[in-house]
């Protein structure tokens, strides 16, 4: 069956893509356009198009499996001029999301309707690239630079009602019945002598010169999102040359800026990132057709910071959550600090006031641990320590229903022990979100040894019903994310009593595009965090600074001082007591470069890396780089530890480690499965 059938209604040609899941616009698509709009021109009594997509959605962008590949025509850009230099107008139907290449083709027609719900954008610039079918060009003439450039620089599309509102769309129709009001479009534009070209718009592009300080202001504004990146200047340029160029040769300054961003390190990273996502999604050994379990009430244990946060995830996709605590104190602080949250968001327009009270609709506060025994998935968040948990795992074995899941959101714990001290230990496994956790996309899921293959597809299911990209780990101390933490944390610490300063340690990675460094992370988290007062004997660093209560963040002073904003600056307190570890270790003293911090933190990250896959604890490289793209902040633009490792070669890796090991007087402890790629000449992905 072909992908793009077309049908007569009257004198409308009706011209439909049928290519699951989103439509694409693959090369059989392109091909089917473009046919469809020669029968057009060729069939005298057709007096107008109407172009509309089966499924759930518009064509929601190019088929990105292609890129890369040699090119087949009929090319996207070839296609949207032919829909352009129709004589007869067309009109494009949209439902779902017409995003990139869908949302070109769009605006390669003559007029535009959609659904209220449906969604349009230009996301390139999140896979490294920009527009490169005319969106650049043709978006700033039809909606002007101040309502395009934001679209193709952040990538996020906008609804319905507001690309009406500005021009993007003609009109809005009902849900049901989108071809027939496509049909009934054309019918009322059939008669007009003359149909709108979005290239050859000048009516909105004059309004905003290229040389105004707009552009200035508007980057100031995305300071913190371009940092890095390539492709968002990239638009900006682009958009540029739509104000100052005629169409076409603005057409050709967009294809080569497109050109150049496709070749380049940024783009494959980002797509390998776009499909990382999606492979982590799959797990090998599981069959297809393993039935889910279904969770129609959610259980937590703790509301405090994780116990809330967990809660805000599942409220606010729907689901009934009842939520335990100790103490009433204990329990009104959670539930007063889960609604502020949310009231916060509304204020940010994120939520509406009744979806807001909705939500807390749903949150049943208790302090009787029996009022988990109908939960079908119960979760807990008490504190760190195996004794404790182990016991609420008793507790809640003898409580909850049968056949209910019971999972911990343990960061570092063994899961298999908490598993062994219940009668259902295939029920069992680990959800460890990260904090924030009603604002953190990542969710390690936490194979034990005997969770069953219908509990773990349900949770895998269950997370992207809660928003989260899942990730799947086995059994091991920190899992994958803080796993690979750990060397990086002792390496840091080494340096310090080698002559390295806590800021400069921070700046080499911030530079590398990292959110905060190694010491900026533990002033964040709490300097105290494992500390114990009553036996703390000023044996480290971190002793001596919580024992003068620098404690962090939280204390206005940890390995920075902290202004009243808790912008941080260098201490000559920490400085002072640095020195004075250093020259007790006899270690000689030196300056480091950024450059050789930077391995001395990361290498070793790569190599815990290959590890955790040398071991099974990861299914696959690109879901440690999920992990840590999502998870921790690492640069999108790199494409993960592990990716950035292939690009800048395992074998200097692997020299790095060795290296850095004999000037420590260390022995290199290097995984086997790394030293294997790097001698072969291979890659992780």
């Known amino acids: 069956m072909s992908v793009i059938t077309t049908r007569k209604d009257g004198e409308v040609l009706v011209v439909t893509s049928n290519n699951p899941p989103v439509n694409a616009l693959g090369q059989a698509v392109r091909a089917g356009l473009a046919d469809a709009m020669a029968e057009a021109a060729a069939d005298n009594d057709i007096k107008a198009v109407v172009i509309c997509c089966e499924g759930r959605t518009f064509f929601?962008?190019?088929?990105?499996?292609?890129?890369g590949k040699p090119p087949v025509g009929p090319?996207?850009?070839?296609?949207?001029?032919?829909?352009?230099?129709?004589?007869?107008?067309v009109i494009a139907a949209i439902?779902?999301?017409?995003?990139?290449?869908?949302?070109?083709?769009?605006?390669?027609?003559?007029y535009r309707i959609a659904v209220a719900s449906a969604k349009l954008g230009l996301p390139e610039v999140k896979l490294g690239i920009l527009p490169g079918a005319g969106g650049t060009q043709r978006l700033p003439r039809v909606v002007g630079v101040a309502e395009a450039l934001p679209m193709i620089v952040t990538g996020n599309p906008v609804p319905a009602a507001k690309a009406e509102k500005i021009?993007?769309?003609?009109?809005?129709?009902?849900?049901?019945?989108?071809?027939?009001?496509?049909?009934?479009?054309?019918?009322?534009v059939i008669g007009k002598s003359d149909h709108p070209v979005s290239s050859r718009r000048t009516d909105k592009i004059g309004e905003t010169p290229s040389d105004s300080e707009f552009f200035d202001?508007?980057?100031?504004?995305?300071?913190?999102?371009?940092?890095?990146?390539?492709?968002?200047?990239?638009?900006?340029?682009?958009?540029?040359?739509?104000?100052?160029?005629?169409?076409?040769?603005?057409?050709?300054?967009e294809r080569e800026l497109f050109g150049k961003l496709i070749a380049g390190t940024q783009s494959k990273a980002l797509r390998h990132v776009f499909f990382a996502e999606r492979a982590a999604a799959k797990i090998d050994d599981i069959?297809?057709?393993?039935p889910l379990i279904p969770i129609k009430k959610v259980g937590i244990l703790g509301a405090g910071t994780m116990g809330g946060g967990i809660a805000m995830n599942f409220l606010t996709a729907g689901y009934p959550v009842t939520i335990l605590e100790r103490e009433q104190e204990a329990l009104d602080r959670g539930v007063s600090i889960i609604r502020k949250n949310y009231e916060r968001s509304a204020a940010k327009g994120r939520f509406t006031a009744d979806q807001v009270e909705r939500a807390m609709g749903l949150l049943t506060p208790t302090l009787e641990m029996e009022d988990l025994a109908d939960c079908d998935l119960v979760?807990?968040?008490?504190?760190?320590n195996m004794d404790v948990k182990k016991d609420v795992f008793r507790k809640l074995d003898s409580i909850v229903k049968e056949g209910a899941i019971l999972a911990s959101n343990t960061s570092y714990l063994n899961v298999d022990e908490m598993a062994a001290e219940t009668k259902r230990p295939g029920s069992v496994l680990g959800l460890h979100f990260f904090s924030p956790a009603n604002v953190m996309r990542l969710l390690e899921i936490?194979?034990?040894?005997?969770?069953?293959?219908?509990?773990?597809?349900?949770?895998?299911?269950?997370?992207?019903?809660?928003?989260?990209?899942?990730?799947?780990?086995?059994?091991?101390?920190?899992?994958?994310?803080?796993?690979?933490?750990s060397p990086r944390q002792r390496a840091a610490q080494a340096m310090l009593l080698q002559g390295a300063k806590p800021w400069d340690v921070d700046k080499a990675l911030t530079d590398f595009g990292m959110p905060m460094g190694p010491f900026q992370m533990s002033d964040l988290a709490g300097l105290d965090l494992g500390w114990d007062k009553a036996n703390s004997k000023g044996e480290t660093i971190r002793d001596v600074l919580c024992e003068r209560d620098r404690r962090g963040q939280k204390t206005g002073k940890g390995f920075y001082d902290y202004d009243e904003n808790r912008r941080p600056s260098p201490s000559k307190e920490v400085e002072a007591i640095i020195d004075e570890f250093a020259a007790k270790s006899g270690l000689e003293q030196r300056v480091f470069s950024q450059e050789e911090i930077r391995e001395r933190l990361l290498f070793p990250m790569i190599n815990e890396g290959a590890k955790i896959l040398e071991e099974g604890m990861a299914q696959r490289a690109s879901d440690i780089d999920t992990v840590w793209i999502n998870g921790y902040g690492w640069p999108a633009f790199t494409g993960g530890p592990m990716f950035w490792a292939d690009t800048i070669g395992l074998d200097k890796v692997v020299a790095g480690l060795k290296a850095h090991a004999e000037s420590a007087g260390a022995e290199p402890d290097i995984s086997k499965l790394l030293e294997e790629k790097a001698a072969k000449g291979e890659t992780f992905n």
């Open 60 to 67: 929601a962008g190019a088929d990105i499996t292609e890129f």
């Open 75 to 89: 090319s996207l850009p070839e296609v949207i001029d032919t829909i352009e230099a129709s004589e007869k107008p």
């Open 287 to 290: 069959p297809k057709d393993t």
């Open 379 to 384: 979760i807990e968040a008490v504190f760190e």
């Open 95 to 110: 439902h779902g999301t017409a995003l990139g290449g869908g949302l070109e083709v769009a605006l390669g027609c003559h």
């Open 217 to 253: 202001e508007f980057r100031k504004t995305q300071m913190r999102r371009l940092k890095g990146f390539e492709a968002p200047e990239a638009c900006i340029e682009a958009v540029k040359a739509a104000i100052d160029l005629p169409f076409e040769e603005g057409v050709k300054k």
């Open 446 to 485: 936490v194979r034990a040894a005997k969770t069953e293959p219908s509990v773990l597809k349900t949770a895998m299911d269950l997370s992207k019903k809660i928003g989260k990209v899942a990730v799947v780990s086995g059994v091991c101390f920190g899992f994958i994310g803080n796993r690979m933490l």
């Open 167 to 188: 021009g993007l769309v003609d009109k809005l129709v009902a849900e049901d019945g989108l071809e027939a009001s496509g049909i009934a479009h054309a019918r009322e």
